[in-house]
């Protein structure tokens, strides 16, 4: 049988998702994920230049001026060595296939080719889900699970995924290198899905809640709540129970408050082997320990948060368009700022240094790689914003301008506003692709009302 064009380009995307939710591994030095994000790439390009949306090419041109224009002047006043030419380059990229992207979700997703999407994402979700529990048993028990070979997203190059935690419950992340990253790809997928479906999917619901739950994750625990108010409204208003998504938020709530540490459910892994002495004071009543997630998420953010949102406030009346290469650096240094005084004084004030002219090299102990690897801002307004000036946010602010103004004030509308803040709050510093399919996937769903039609 001869697929269509569409079914072609359907079942691309869901390739393309999946590889982007490989991010634990790579393949020859190349992340799966960074391919899943370029695999859409062509064929928006190819499809843009074979349809009417290529009348916006200068439109989209002239808008792009203010952004290349501070990079520029970044590249001229300074030396770049080939791997910072590579790093802007790659973050150009991402800028650029996320607007490719966007248009081709806009011509793509018609209501017939929604429908498609729908059906094959329904069992997608049961698909991944299953496999994101199956893995977080899998390290608990230590059956088989494909190796992990993409160096972890700390400080620390070439350094191993963490897939272990002693005094704390097991989290489950799937495929990705952090649970944290399982919330950001797999949530707004999954909200998207159950919004649009009424049907009654309890059981479908509590596999994809449970998966999501094991994550054990406060921004799911945020999102959690903020959609809990949306439901109750929408109940006022529709007077109508969307009872598998009930059951989703609460599948999650359950399973991410609550959980088993990984040393009572199997003490002889090969991980507590290792603490040995730890594992039997943890395990000294014979009981089962049920620990509780107790931290607030909305008001107890961790440290590298109030970090990044303490340097965002610090600098933002002096907020420049000086590039984004610029960005972690200048970051790294607001962060390293009282280490480097801190050791400076602590060293230099010893004996041995009164008696000794010694240059001003910091060393000694304290969080000293921050004086050497460049943490990111993980968040997009910010990263934009310290790159392009406040051009970036008044873009985005006369966005959701023209959205109140132009569409009418909705549930569908507010809904599209949750899953745009999805991804503001999430830990991905940058537009890319995934992001653009999910915002062209709402946005015809939602507000360009290209509807369904019926129940999917």
Avoid at 69 to 74: D, G, H, S, T
Avoid at 401 to 420: A, E, G, P
Wanted: net charge neutral; proline share 4%; hydrophobic share 45%.
């Amino acid at each position: 049988m001869k697929l269509s064009k569409d079914i072609i380009y359907t079942y691309l995307i869901f390739i393309s998702i999946f590889l982007v939710f490989l991010d634990a591994y790579q393949f020859y030095s190349i992340p799966l994920s960074w391919i899943g994000l370029s695999l859409l790439v062509p064929v928006s390009i190819y499809e843009i230049k074979n349809t009417k949306l290529s009348k916006y090419s200068k439109a989209i041109y002239l808008i792009s001026i203010p952004f290349v224009i501070p990079e520029l002047f970044y590249i001229f006043r300074n030396e770049l060595t080939f791997s910072e030419y590579l790093y802007i380059g790659l973050r150009y990229y991402n800028i650029f296939s996320f607007i490719v992207v966007l248009f081709f979700c806009n011509y793509f997703f018609t209501e017939s080719n929604l429908k498609i999407f729908f059906r094959i994402l329904k069992k997608y979700l049961f698909f991944y889900s299953g496999i994101t529990i199956y893995i977080f048993f899998a390290q608990i028990y230590d059956l088989y699970e494909p190796y992990r070979n993409r160096q972890n997203t700390n400080l620390f190059g070439e350094s191993m995924q963490s897939v272990f935690w002693l005094s704390q419950p097991h989290r489950a992340m799937g495929t990705f290198r952090e649970p944290l990253f399982l919330i950001t790809f797999f949530l707004p997928l999954v909200l998207i899905y159950f919004y649009k479906d009424r049907k009654n999917n309890i059981f479908l619901a509590f596999v994809v809640g449970t998966a999501l739950g094991l994550s054990r994750s406060d921004y799911v625990r945020v999102f959690f709540a903020i959609v809990l108010l949306f439901l109750i409204v929408d109940y006022l208003i529709k007077k109508e129970i969307m009872l598998s998504t009930l059951v989703l938020l609460f599948s999650i709530i359950i399973f991410s408050t609550f959980g088993v540490l990984e040393c009572n459910l199997n003490p002889d892994s090969i991980e507590c082997l290792e603490y040995e002495e730890d594992v039997k004071k943890i395990n000294n009543s014979g009981a089962l320990k049920i620990k509780p997630n107790t931290s607030n998420p909305i008001t107890d953010l961790d440290s590298d948060r109030m970090d990044v949102i303490n340097y965002f406030l610090k600098s933002i009346v002096n907020v420049e368009p000086n590039g984004i290469g610029n960005v972690s650096s200048d970051y790294q240094e607001y962060s390293s700022m009282e280490i480097s005084e801190e050791m400076y004084l602590t060293n230099r004030t010893l004996p041995r240094y009164l008696l000794t002219r010694y240059s001003t090299q910091n060393f000694g102990t304290g969080n000293y790689s921050l004086l050497k690897y460049e943490p990111n801002v993980q968040n997009i307004i910010v990263f934009y914003t310290q790159g392009f000036g406040f051009i970036f946010p008044s873009l985005v602010f006369l966005y959701f301008l023209n959205l109140l103004i132009t569409k009418k004030i909705n549930l569908d509308l507010v809904f599209f506003l949750i899953v745009v803040l999805l991804i503001i709050l999430s830990p991905i510093e940058e537009l890319n692709s995934y992001y653009a399919l999910i915002l062209g996937l709402s946005y015809n769903l939602l507000i360009s009302k290209k509807d369904l039609n019926e129940k999917v």
